[in-house]
């Protein structure tokens, strides 16, 4: 066993043997007894079993079963001597959740499924079982281990003629906690019902149940392979408007960015039906809500503009909006490789169908930009397209602006 178990050192205060859990030697935070007799901290008796080990630590005894059972003594002990030194800094240590039990979630599971059961009870299943979801990423798992995706496909898309009820919303919010299998996603692709559904849910009063339908339509296309199937989702007008005025509306809060932003980039990657995105005016929302994403969901909103740069629609789209050039020029080396990579690609692309484009690009400065990212340690594909702007921009740059460029000069971009 590790280390010694005299009394732990913390910020001048003596932390009691018995209090330190004997793996970590640290404070214990979620004190539980295994069968042998011994306490631990919750969180490094979980590791010491996942990785292998089923004997106990202390004892070396083998274990008769790898029950935890919560040591709400000990730990109500603990809390009170955090309080007694708060005057040293000790902090109380939160009381804390306890994971789910298989058999409640097989409980609540059966109660939430089950027709015969009054309509209230259902709900209330469901919200527990929402509540442990939320709560952490082990109760998922025993969550979905008991079938629960399947029963939740079930109830999401149940009795929806009559439209939406708090039954199938409360579903579909906990049914986008989980990743769902090849098969489960391409029978909800594969049924025009379901995703005529989903798309009616985009335009819900609740912005709620509007981000819960673009975050499953996500997982759904992400998930099918079929490229057929991700055609017949992404070719259903509304979905595109819905998913794009998510993003628009500016009531939309943090978790609503990212998941339209997902679930456009998905709708996106159909090439066949990327007009339809055009045509709901994601290329104009795009640019306007760029500023308000954080790193990874700029890099994916910077790959959307790309893919829908690549079509004729689009670029004219995104040349028209005043901000796109002087916008994309900016985020060059400003956000991460790959953020630089699409917005390059974006500019390639613009440059090449417009003039206009390419006078908007050298205002911005793309010049400095391209010069410094052609000597960074970007990746070679961002390279390439800086070297394919400055080809395709070399008749737009001021007359001595090459001539007196120092940084030109010990660059690796060779003359034209």
């Not at 708090?166 to 019902?193: G, K």
């Not at 975050?215 to 199937?229: K, M």
């Not at 991700?230 to 609503?256: C, H, M, W």
Request: charged share 20%.
């Amino acid at each position: 066993m590790p280390g010694s178990r005299e009394p732990l050192d913390l910020v001048g205060v003596q932390v009691p043997y018995h209090f330190r859990c004997p793996i970590s030697l640290e404070l214990m935070r979620d004190p539980v007894t295994v069968s042998t007799g011994q306490t631990y901290d919750r969180t490094s008796i979980e590791s010491w079993v996942a990785t292998g080990n089923t004997t106990c630590p202390v004892t070396r005894a083998p274990l008769s079963d790898f029950t935890f059972i919560p040591n709400h003594t000990l730990r109500r002990l603990i809390q009170d001597w955090c309080v007694a030194n708060q005057a040293f800094g000790i902090e109380r240590i939160p009381t804390p959740k306890q994971p789910a039990e298989p058999t409640v979630v097989r409980s609540l599971l059966n109660q939430a499924s089950s027709v015969s059961n009054p309509f209230q009870s259902r709900l209330s299943a469901l919200r527990r079982l929402k509540g442990l979801a939320r709560d952490s990423d082990k109760n998922r798992s025993v969550i979905s281990s008991h079938n629960a995706r399947e029963i939740l496909i079930n109830i999401v898309f149940s009795d929806t003629g009559s439209g939406s009820s708090e039954l199938n919303q409360e579903a579909l919010a906990l049914l986008v906690m989980f990743q769902l299998t090849e098969s489960e996603c391409a029978s909800i692709a594969s049924d025009s019902n379901k995703v005529i559904y989903l798309s009616k849910l985009l335009f819900h009063s609740s912005i709620e149940v509007r981000v819960n339908s673009a975050s499953l339509i996500e997982i759904v296309v992400a998930g099918t392979r079929s490229s057929d199937l991700r055609a017949q989702i992404s070719n259903v007008d509304e979905i595109f408007e819905g998913v794009t005025d998510l993003l628009k509306n500016l009531n939309s809060y943090p978790r609503a960015l990212k998941i339209s932003i997902r679930a456009l980039f998905a709708l996106c990657l159909v090439k066949q039906t990327r007009h339809k995105a055009v045509q709901a005016g994601a290329a104009e929302t795009l640019i306007d809500r760029l500023a308000d994403l954080d790193k990874c969901d700029a890099e994916r909103a910077l790959a959307t503009i790309e893919l829908l740069c690549r079509i004729p629609s689009g670029c004219s789209a995104f040349a028209a909006h005043a901000l796109t050039v002087p916008l994309l020029v900016k985020t060059i080396l400003k956000i991460s490789d790959r953020a630089t990579e699409h917005s390059a690609g974006a500019l390639v692309a613009l440059c090449s169908e417009s003039e206009q484009s390419q006078r908007d690009a050298v205002s911005a400065g793309i010049l400095t930009q391209l010069l410094l990212l052609v000597q960074s340690d970007c990746t070679d594909r961002a390279k390439r397209k800086a070297q394919t702007l400055l080809k395709l921009l070399r008749d737009s740059w001021p007359e001595d602006s090459i001539g007196n460029s120092d940084d030109f000069a010990c660059s690796e971009v060779v003359p034209f």
